[in-house]
T-cell receptor, first 117, second 109 residues
Framework: GAVVSQHPSWVICKSGTSVKIECRSL??????MFWYRQFPKQSLMLMAT?????????EQGVEKDKFLINHASLTLSTLTVTSAHPEDSSFYIC?????????????FGPGTRLLVL | GENVEQHPSTLSVQEGDSAVIKCTYS??????FPWYKQELGKRPQLIID?????GEKKDQRIAVTLNKTAKHFSLHITETQPEDSAVYFC????????FGTGTSLTVIP
């Protein structure tokens, strides 16, 4: 399957700082990427859909000014957690859409574990 | 929006037995149903998927069935092995993926 990377794999930061997470599609171009958040022993919750060259679409309840998404190229989307607080601590996973029509699916990055102190 | 329910939340089976996980969805427009396996601390891995024009798909010990009329689909794992132990997620999609709540499968040697 297609390869999606994520960086960093994990980060510890102080409350109030901003953290940027990168998601890259390594062997394909992805016009659409997705950002998920996963709490321990829970499912993946879709935060936003990142579209190359246009604004991201956020799910209900997700603050767009808190979670800034930029999809500047066909292989890179970034999620910036602004002014992070302890409640933002979570596992953040991106995915990228690959293929067309009946062959289309999503491939996930390895995730970024964020701990805000 | 789409609402995906998944049952059971936990499942323990003896090695060699079969495991079945069921999901229901609400949006009749959903047309793609992947299943992911996630081991602790790792990314979800696609294990099998099915599209709405097909009722059943099989890949070795793993099979998925889809009933579009009833809006439910199931994952079947036969001859389970300890390495099948993980959390399994179903999803329903038209464009975005909406995930079920997950099933923690434990295969007892």
């Amino acid at each position: 399957g297609a390869v999606v990377s994520q960086h960093p794999s994990w980060v510890i930061c102080k409350s109030g700082t901003s953290v940027k997470i990168e998601c890259r599609s390594l062997d394909f171009q992805a016009t659409t990427m997705f950002w998920y958040r996963q709490f321990p022993k829970q499912s993946l919750m879709l935060m936003a859909t990142s579209n190359e060259g246009s604004k991201a679409t956020y799910e209900q309840g997700v603050e767009k000014d808190k979670f800034l998404i930029n999809h500047a190229s066909l292989t890179l989307s970034t999620l910036t957690v602004t002014s992070a607080h302890p409640e933002d601590s979570s596992f953040y996973i991106c995915s990228a859409r690959d293929g067309k029509g009946s062959r289309e699916t999503q491939y996930f990055g390895p995730g970024t574990r964020l701990l805000v102190l | 929006g789409e609402n995906v329910e998944q049952h059971p939340s936990t499942l323990s089976v003896q090695e060699g037995d079969s495991a079945v996980i069921k999901c229901t969805y609400s949006d009749s427009a959903s047309n793609y149903f992947p299943w992911y396996k996630q081991e602790l601390g790792k990314r979800p891995q696609l294990i099998i998927d099915i599209r709405s024009n097909v009722g059943e798909k099989k890949d070795q010990r793993i099979a998925v069935t889809l009933n579009k009329t009833a809006k439910h689909f199931s994952l079947h794992i036969t001859e389970t092995q300890p390495e099948d132990s993980a959390v399994y997620f179903c999803a329903a999609s038209q464009s975005q993926f909406y995930f079920g709540t997950g099933t923690s499968l434990t295969v007892i040697p």
